[in-house]
C-alpha cells in the first residue's frame, strides 16, 4: 500500500512539472536518433529514417518506465547527488536488457519492426542515460551559482574564516553545504585531518592543508581566530585533546551536530554548535535493529507514563518514527504535558498523540484510559527519581514507584497489553537509597507479574542521563550561568552516564528483545568522575576552573554512593543480539513474598510510618545496604521501642 501511494505521488510529482518531462523527452529522442549514426559508421545515405520512427516510441516508453519504476522522478534535480547516479544506472540496465531480450524475442514474430539493432541499444543506453544525468549535473550548477550570487549586490555578510577539522565524510557534507550558499556564516579556508596521506588533496575545491600539529602555524599565516569539528563518530579523549589545543591558542571550537541529531530533524550539517559535555563523553551512536522495532511498534497503540519528562518526551519522539497508530501522553505536569503535546502536533506527522492529564497512581483514571483506548504497548517511566528528596519522603517513593507501577502492570495484564517496559535504574543495583529500593521493588513486583498475566513485562535499567531535569548537568550550567561556585559533593564521585537519546533508544530496543520477566542493563560505557564533569563544564563556559569559577565540596548526601554498580552480586549478565544491552539473571520473588511485602507497605502508608517503611525495604532486600542503617537503629536507640526492636531481631540486626 505504501509503495503504491508513493508511485502516484511521483506520477502528479511528475504532472506538476511538465517542462522537466519535456526536456527529458527531448533528451531521449535526440540520444536515440543520434545512435543510429555510429551504428552505421556514419553514413547519412543509409539512416533509414523510417525505421527509426517507428521504433522510438517504443524505446522512449520503456526507458521512461525504467526511470519511473526506479524513482528518478522524486529526485529534487536542484539537489541531485553522486548517490542519485544509481537510480539511472539501474534504469539504463533495466531498459537495455529489455531491449535487448525483445530485441531476440521478436525476431520470429510479425513485430520484428520494433527490433532494435543491438548496436543502436547499446549506444543509446549510454547517450539517453548519460544525457538525463547530464541535464540534471547542470541544473544543479546553475542552482548553486544562482545561491551564492543571491543577493551579492545587495550585502555582502562578514563571513568567519575557519579551519575543518576532518577531511572525511562529516568535513566533505559540511564543506559541500556552505560553499554553495550565500547565507554561511563561515567561510572554510582550509581542513586539518590527522591522516596525513589526506594532505595536500582537496575536498569540494578545499584543500587539506596538513594535521592538528599544523593548526597552529595555520591559524597565525591564515588570521584563524575559529575551527570547526567535523570528524566522523569523534571519541571524547580526541575531542578533549583539539579542545585543549584551541584553548592554548585562544581559539574558538565548535562542533558539527551528532548523526542522531541530524537524523531526527533537529539541526542540519551545517548548523555547527559549540562543544557540549555530551561530545566529551565520545559515546559510540547506537545502532538500532529497526525491522524489530517496526515489528513491535507500527501500527500499535502506545501508551507513555511521564510522557512529559526527560526520557518519557524522547520516548514520544523515538516511538513516532516507527509509525505507530496512536501515542498515549500520560503525565500529571499540566505544563509538561502541554510543551510535548505541542511539539507532537507540530512534528510527528501521520501519528496521532493524545495528551492525557493523569496520576499514575489514580487508579479510577488509569483504569478508563486503558478501558478507552485499549493501549498494545506500556512504557513506564513515571518516577519520583530524585535521591535525597526521597530520603525525606519515603512515603511517596513507594506510593510512586511502588504501588503505581504495580498497579499499572496490573492494568496492562486485564486489559491484554502485549508487552510492559518498566524503566528502571542502575540505583536500584545493590540499594542505599531509599529511591533506589523503590525502583527495585518496581522490578520485582513486574517480574511476578509474568506468572499471573500473559503480558510481556519486562524492565530496563540504566544509569545517569545527561541533561534529564534535576540532574547535575543542568544544575552546574545554572551555577556557572549565575556566577556561583559549582558544588560536588565528593572529589571520588563517579556515576555512568548516557545521552537522553541514547537511553530511550536502548528502551525501545530492549523493550522489543523482551521475553518476560527480564531485567535487561544498558551499557553504560565507562563511569565519569563528577569533578572532572564539573572542570569539563566550566573549560566549556570559556572559563578557568577554580580560577574564574570555584569548586566546592558539599559532602556526600544521605542515601548517595561514591561508586554505582550495573550488577547485584551474584547476579549474572547474559549477553543478547545487541551489543549494548544485556540481561540480568536475576532470582525472582515468590507472588506470595510480593504479595506480603506489599501489603506490609501499604500498612506502612495507612500509618504515615516512613520508619516502618525503611524496616520493610531492609528486611525484603538482603542486597540492599539499609540494613546496615537499621542495624546502627537497632543498637543505638531503638531498643526500648518494642515493635522496632522485635524487627531487627527478626533481621539479626539486635544481636549485639
Given amino acids: 500500500m505504501m509503495q503504491e501511494t508513493n508511485a502516484y505521488r511521483e506520477f502528479f510529482w511528475l504532472l506538476r512539472r511538465p517542462a522537466q ?5 527531448g533528451v531521449l529522442c535526440a540520444a536515440f536518433f543520434m545512435a543510429f549514426l555510429p551504428a552505421i559508421n556514419i553514413a547519412y545515405s543509409e539512416f533509414n529514417y523510417q525505421s527509426a520512427l517507428n521504433q522510438i516510441a517504443f524505446v522512449v516508453l520503456i526507458q521512461f518506465s525504467a526511470l519511473y519504476l526506479f ?8 539537489y541531485v547527488s553522486l548517490i542519485d547516479v544509481k537510480v539511472f544506472l539501474k534504469a539504463a540496465l533495466l531498459s537495455g536488457s529489455i531491449l535487448l531480450t525483445l530485441r531476440f524475442l521478436l525476431a520470429f514474430s510479425e513485430f520484428r519492426i520494433w527490433q532494435v539493432p543491438i548496436s543502436v541499444i547499446l549506444i543509446d543506453t549510454v547517450l539517453a542515460f548519460g544525457g ?4 540534471r549535473v547542470v541544473r544543479r550548477t546553475v542552482y548553486e551559482f544562482a545561491e551564492k550570487n543571491k543577493g551579492i549586490n545587495f550585502r555582502r555578510i562578514a563571513r568567519e574564516p575557519v579551519l575543518l ?9 559540511i564543506a559541500k553545504e556552505m560553499v554553495g550558499r550565500a547565507d554561511a556564516q563561515l567561510e572554510i579556508r582550509g581542513f586539518v585531518d590527522d591522516d596525513s596521506r589526506k594532505t595536500g588533496g582537496s ?45 592554548s591558542m585562544s581559539l574558538k571550537a565548535q562542533i558539527v551536530p551528532s548523526l542522531n541529531e541530524i537524523a531526527h530533524g533537529r539541526v542540519s550539517v551545517s548548523r555547527v554548535r559549540d562543544v557540549e559535555i ?47 497508530r496512536s501515542i498515549l501522553l500520560v503525565e500529571r505536569s499540566e505544563f509538561l504535558l502541554f510543551e510535548i503535546n505541542r511539539e507532537a502536533a507540530a512534528g510527528f506527522g501521520r501519528t496521532e498523540c493524545i495528551p492525557l492529564m493523569a496520576d499514575v497512581g489514580d487508579e479510577r483514571r488509569m483504569r478508563e484510559i486503558f478501558a478507552r483506548y485499549k493501549p498494545n504497548v506500556v512504557f513506564h517511566a513515571a518516577a519520583h527519581k530524585h535521591v535525597p528528596l526521597m530520603e525525606a519522603n519515603t512515603l511517596e517513593a513507594v506510593k510512586n514507584n511502588v504501588f503505581a507501577t504495580g498497579l499499572l502492570g496490573e492494568l496492562s495484564g486485564e486489559f491484554l497489553v502485549s508487552d510492559f517496559v518498566l524503566v ?39 544509569g545517569n542521563v545527561l541533561g534529564s531535569a534535576g540532574s547535575v548537568v543542568p544544575i552546574f550550567r545554572e551555577q556557572i550561568r549565575n556566577g556561583e561556585s559549582v558544588t560536588v559533593t565528593h572529589k571520588d564521585m563517579m556515576r555512568y552516564f548516557m545521552t537522553i537519546p541514547e537511553a530511550s533508544q536502548l528502551v525501545l530496543q530492549a523493550g522489543a528483545l523482551g521475553a518476560r520477566g527480564e531485567i535487561f542493563v544498558l551499557d553504560m560505557g565507562r563511569p565519569v568522575r563528577i569533578l572532572d564533569l564539573a572542570e569539563d563544564m566550566i573549560r566549556l563556559s570559556g572559563l578557568i576552573p577554580y580560577e574564574d569559577v570555584d569548586i566546592r565540596f558539599t559532602g556526600m548526601r544521605k542515601g548517595e554512593k561514591l561508586f554505582e554498580e550495573l550488577e547485584i552480586k551474584g547476579e549474572d549478565l547474559v549477553r543478547t543480539k545487541h551489543p549494548k544491552i ?53 543498637v543505638n536507640g531503638h531498643k526500648k521501642d518494642e515493635k522496632y526492636f522485635a524487627h531487627a531481631s527478626n533481621l539479626g540486626l539486635a544481636e549485639k
Fill in 424 to 462: 528502571s535504574t542502575d540505583k536500584a543495583v545493590n540499594p542505599t537509597s531509599i529511591m533506589g529500593a523503590s525502583k527495585r521493588v518496581a522490578e520485582i513486583v513486574v517480574q511476578t507479574l509474568n506468572d499471573k498475566y500473559s503480558t510481556n513485562y519486562v524492565a530496563v535499567r540504566f
Fill in 71 to 78: 524513482g528518478a522522478y522524486s529526485i529534487i534535480w536542484r
Fill in 132 to 135: 538525463l544525468l547530464a541535464v
Fill in 278 to 324: 555530551q561530545d566529551l563523553l565520545g559515546r559510540d551512536p547506537v545502532e538500532l535493529n529497526n525491522e524489530n522495532l517496526h515489528d513491535f511498534l507500527s501500527n500499535k497503540t502506545v501508551l507513555v507514563t511521564g510522557a512529559g519528562g526527560s526520557i518519557g518526551s524522547e520516548l514520544v519522539r523515538q516511538i513516532a518514527d516507527y509509525l505507530p
Fill in 165 to 173: 577539522i576532518g577531511a572525511g565524510r562529516i568535513g566533505a557534507s
Fill in 582 to 634: 544485556f540481561i540480568g539473571k536475576i532470582a525472582a520473588y515468590s507472588s506470595e513474598e510480593v504479595g506480603q511485602m506489599l501489603n506490609e507497605f501499604q500498612r506502612a502508608v495507612e500509618d504515615n510510618d516512613e520508619e516502618r517503611i525503611r524496616w520493610i525495604f531492609a528486611d525484603y532486600l538482603p542486597e540492599s545496604n539499609l540494613g546496615v542503617e537499621k542495624k546502627m537503629a537497632a
Fill in 21 to 25: 518531462f519535456l526536456l527529458d523527452l
Fill in 203 to 247: 575536498l569540494n575545491g578545499i584543500k587539506v592543508l596538513g594535521t592538528t600539529d599544523d593548526i597552529a602555524r595555520l591559524a597565525t599565516e591564515m588570521n584563524i581566530k575559529q575551527v570547526v569539528i567535523a570528524i566522523d563518530n569523534p571519541q571524547g579523549k580526541e575531542i578533549r585533546r583539539i579542545l585543549d589545543l584551541c584553548s
